[in-house]
């Protein structure tokens, strides 16, 4: 055989076994991506904090505070209330985050979703604090999450909540913290009403 021949026949080689790798280091790299980290077992020691990109819906999730709190943060933008360009949270992703027993934060971001999804959360048995910053609450949601006993606080910043909330809201008695920046859909007297049914709770609505 030729040099020349021999030559050639080697570069292939070399060439076929990187191109090989490098395909083989993206799959590996797209499959870690869009799988969800097991749910988290008791353990006392100190868990770094996990951020990780969900590709299916757009999102990028985080668990923070030695895994206790949970922030999933959509990547579209607001255009005006009640109208946002967001990404969604589907049911099997509700149901993952309901695995983590852990968790007592959570801040949904950017993101729509199924209120009836949100029944998902009552899994969570430390959950104490919700920040709702740009979603697509609506009443049937808040319905949800008044029957979670252990939330302590609640920040809803440009949901899709109107007066029908209001009872639901009365109903979480153990509310230290209720901040509402009103939807349109949100009366302005709500403030005097809940401020009324829920005199243990700070409450600011603006």
């Given at each position: 055989?030729?040099?020349?021949?021999?030559l050639?026949?080697v570069?292939?080689f070399f060439?076929t076994?990187?191109?090989?790798?490098d395909?083989s280091a993206?799959?590996a790299?797209?499959?870690?991506?869009t799988?969800?980290?097991?749910?988290?077992?008791n353990?006392s020691?100190?868990?770094k904090d996990?951020v990780?990109e969900?590709p299916p819906?757009g999102?990028?999730i985080?668990?923070?505070e030695?895994?206790?709190?949970l922030?999933?943060l959509?990547d579209g933008?607001?255009?005006s209330?009640p109208?946002?360009q967001?990404s969604?949270i589907?049911?099997?992703?509700?149901?993952?985050?309901?695995?983590q027993?852990q968790?007592?934060?959570?801040t949904?971001?950017m993101?729509?979703?199924d209120?009836?999804?949100?029944?998902q959360?009552?899994?969570?048995?430390?959950?104490?604090q919700?920040?709702?910053?740009g979603?697509s609450?609506?009443?049937q949601?808040?319905?949800?999450?008044?029957?979670?006993?252990?939330?302590?606080?609640?920040?809803?910043?440009?949901g899709l909540?109107?007066?029908?909330?209001?009872?639901?809201?009365l109903?979480?008695?153990?509310?230290t913290?209720?901040?509402?920046?009103?939807s349109r859909?949100?009366?302005?007297?709500a403030?005097?009403?809940?401020?009324?049914g829920?005199?243990e709770?700070?409450?600011?609505?603006?």
């Amino acid at each position: 055989m030729k040099p020349n021949i021999i030559l050639a026949a080697v570069l292939i080689f070399f060439l076929t076994s990187a191109m090989q790798a490098d395909f083989s280091a993206q799959q590996a790299k797209e499959t870690q991506e869009t799988v969800l980290p097991a749910p988290q077992q008791n353990s006392s020691a100190v868990k770094k904090d996990l951020v990780f990109e969900y590709p299916p819906a757009g999102l990028t999730i985080g668990l923070h505070e030695n895994r206790t709190a949970l922030r999933i943060l959509g990547d579209g933008t607001m255009i005006s209330p009640p109208f946002y360009q967001t990404s969604r949270i589907n049911r099997a992703l509700f149901e993952w985050v309901s695995t983590q027993k852990q968790l007592k934060k959570i801040t949904l971001e950017m993101v729509i979703f199924d209120d009836n999804d949100l029944s998902q959360l009552q899994k969570l048995p430390v959950l104490e604090q919700l920040s709702l910053n740009g979603t697509s609450l609506g009443d049937q949601g808040v319905g949800h999450l008044s029957k979670m006993e252990s939330i302590t606080a609640i920040a809803i910043n440009y949901g899709l909540i109107t007066d029908h909330s209001i009872p639901y809201l009365l109903q979480m008695k153990k509310l230290t913290y209720l901040t509402i920046n009103r939807s349109r859909f949100f009366p302005l007297n709500a403030a005097t009403a809940l401020k009324q049914g829920l005199p243990e709770t700070q409450v600011q609505i603006y």
